[in-house]
């Protein structure tokens, strides 16, 4: 017990630091800020005539602490209230939000409790000089007033801040500190080789193809020679010929002459075919005349390959990536040991779900 207090104590500052980094573990996200809209929302016919009702039923135990339909409530009206603050006058939109994310709260708070238990069972608290400090810090200097405007007594208040701060550094201890002894820099290295695979440095091929088609192979042949001189000749961007190109079709019999969009594809894509062609061309430059049978008619197709662009792109160095990476297993890391603290702690304590079906909603709008 001694270590694990010095253990949080020096780590404080550091806790304060991180704590954004892994809340997501303490408080889910709850994903449908894209489908609340205002003036779909205030508008709605249901807005004067519909009441947002709370069936107050027990919906968890964890152990002898009942989590009650009006405790999911209030943590969803926080969240609701701090990320929609145009929509709190909407029963709708509040309604859907609380739909959409009962559940997640439900999980939070029950794992809440859990650690809450954890932290009792070793005799964890935080000092009255710390708790005082944080009250000061979130209360501001008129702690009482800023209370009452709140409606919430200095014990409720302490309490809570209490439980939050104990549940952080229960979790900075069990989850965030382990993740962080297993995130050595032999894991960066290798994810680093693995990111090398998927994005090497490479080059980006800008393209048309001229293909000429023809019912009889030595009207083709002469045709794709004709076209080849002519853009030589020219030497311009094929799709500014086009017309040009159309004229020139007209002079041999069920021929076609085509110029396709401009392809831009990486050399990792690009097929092999192709990029034999393009690799020897120099920038704004025509390849030689290319045959091949079509898979589509049997038919003979000579193709012109213009090579309008080449990009190099390097790939990402170490010291680029490596705090990204290290990031990626950090959360994934998090999430990890995350899952099985809790499911240990769901094994030590006793937890009962009391939601009666699947369908089960404890709100309702009618």
Same mark, same amino acid.
């Given at each position: 017990?001694?270590?694990?207090?010095?253990?949080?104590?020096?780590?404080?500052?550091?806790?304060?630091?991180?704590?954004?980094?892994?809340?997501?573990?303490?408080?889910?996200?709850?994903?449908?800020? &894209?489908?609340?809209?205002?003036?779909?929302?205030?508008?709605? &016919?249901?807005?004067?005539?519909?009441?947002?009702?709370?069936?107050?039923?027990?919906?968890?135990?964890?152990?002898?602490?009942?989590?009650?339909?009006?405790?999911?409530?209030?943590?969803?009206?926080?969240?609701?209230?701090?990320?929609? &603050?145009?929509?709190?006058?909407?029963?709708?939109?509040?309604?859907?939000?609380?739909?959409?994310?009962?559940?997640?709260?439900?999980?939070?708070?029950?794992?809440?409790?859990?650690?809450?238990?954890?932290?009792?069972?070793?005799?964890?608290?935080?000092?009255?000089?710390?708790?005082?400090?944080?009250?000061?810090?979130?209360?501001?200097?008129?702690?009482?007033l800023?209370?009452?405007?709140?409606?919430?007594?200095?014990?409720?208040?302490?309490?809570m801040?209490s439980?939050?701060?104990?549940?952080?550094?229960?979790?900075?201890?069990?989850?965030?500190?382990?993740?962080?002894?297993?995130?050595?820099?032999?894991?960066?290295?290798?994810?680093?080789?693995?990111?090398?695979?998927?994005?090497?440095?490479?080059?980006?091929y800008?393209?048309?193809?001229?293909?000429?088609?023809?019912?009889?192979?030595?009207?083709?042949n002469?045709?794709?020679?004709?076209?080849?001189?002519l853009?030589?000749?020219?030497?311009?961007?094929?799709?500014?010929?086009?017309?040009?190109?159309?004229?020139?079709?007209?002079?041999?019999?069920?021929?076609?002459?085509?110029?396709?969009?401009?392809?831009?594809v990486?050399?990792?894509?690009?097929?092999?075919?192709?990029?034999?062609?393009?690799?020897?061309?120099?920038?704004?430059?025509?390849?030689?005349?290319?045959?091949?049978?079509?898979?589509?008619?049997?038919?003979?197709?000579?193709?012109?390959?213009?090579?309008?662009?080449?990009?190099?792109?390097?790939?990402?160095?170490?010291?680029?990536?490596?705090?990204?990476?290290?990031?990626?297993?950090?959360?994934?890391?998090?999430?990890?040991?995350?899952?099985?603290?809790?499911?240990?702690?769901?094994?030590?304590?006793?937890?009962?779900?009391?939601?009666?079906?699947?369908?089960?909603?404890?709100?309702?709008?009618e």
């Open positions: 017990m001694i270590i694990f207090a010095t253990i949080c104590c020096k780590s404080k500052i550091k806790l304060k630091i991180s704590m954004k980094f892994f809340i997501k573990i303490l408080i889910p996200f709850i994903g449908i800020a &894209p489908i609340l809209n205002a003036n779909d929302f205030m508008n709605s &016919p249901l807005e004067k005539t519909a009441n947002l009702n709370v069936n107050n039923t027990v919906l968890a135990k964890v152990e002898d602490r009942a989590i009650t339909a009006l405790d999911v409530k209030k943590r969803l009206d926080t969240s609701f209230e701090r990320s929609f &603050p145009d929509l709190i006058g909407s029963k709708s939109a509040r309604f859907q939000f609380y739909q959409t994310g009962w559940l997640q709260v439900l999980d939070e708070l029950i794992n809440n409790e859990l650690i809450l238990l954890d932290a009792a069972k070793r005799s964890f608290n935080i000092s009255d000089a710390e708790l005082t400090e944080e009250t000061e810090n979130r209360y501001g200097p008129n702690v009482i800023n209370l009452q405007k709140q409606n919430l007594t200095l014990e409720e208040a302490q309490k801040l439980d939050e701060m104990v549940i952080h550094r229960m979790m900075y201890y069990f989850i965030r500190a382990k993740a962080e002894q297993n995130i050595t820099p032999s894991q960066i290295k290798h994810s680093f080789r693995l990111y090398l695979k998927e994005n090497p440095s490479q080059e980006i800008s393209y048309n193809v001229i293909s000429i088609r023809c019912d009889d192979d030595k009207a083709s002469l045709a794709a020679k004709e076209i080849h001189l853009l030589q000749d020219k030497n311009q961007d094929p799709k500014e010929l086009e017309d040009l190109l159309k004229e020139k079709e007209k002079g041999y019999k069920n021929c076609s002459i085509n110029v396709s969009n401009l392809y831009k990486s050399s990792k894509d690009l097929a092999l075919s192709h990029k034999n062609i393009l690799k020897d061309l120099k920038k704004n430059s025509f390849s030689d005349i290319s045959s091949q049978v079509s898979r589509i008619n049997n038919k003979k197709v000579a193709r012109i390959f213009y090579l309008k662009d080449l990009e190099k792109v390097e790939a990402k160095s170490f010291d680029e990536m490596a705090n990204d990476l290290k990031t990626k297993l950090m959360e994934k890391e998090l999430n990890q040991i995350a899952e099985k603290y809790f499911i240990r702690l769901k094994n030590d304590y006793l937890v009962e779900h009391k939601i009666s079906s699947k369908d089960f909603c404890p709100f309702t709008f």
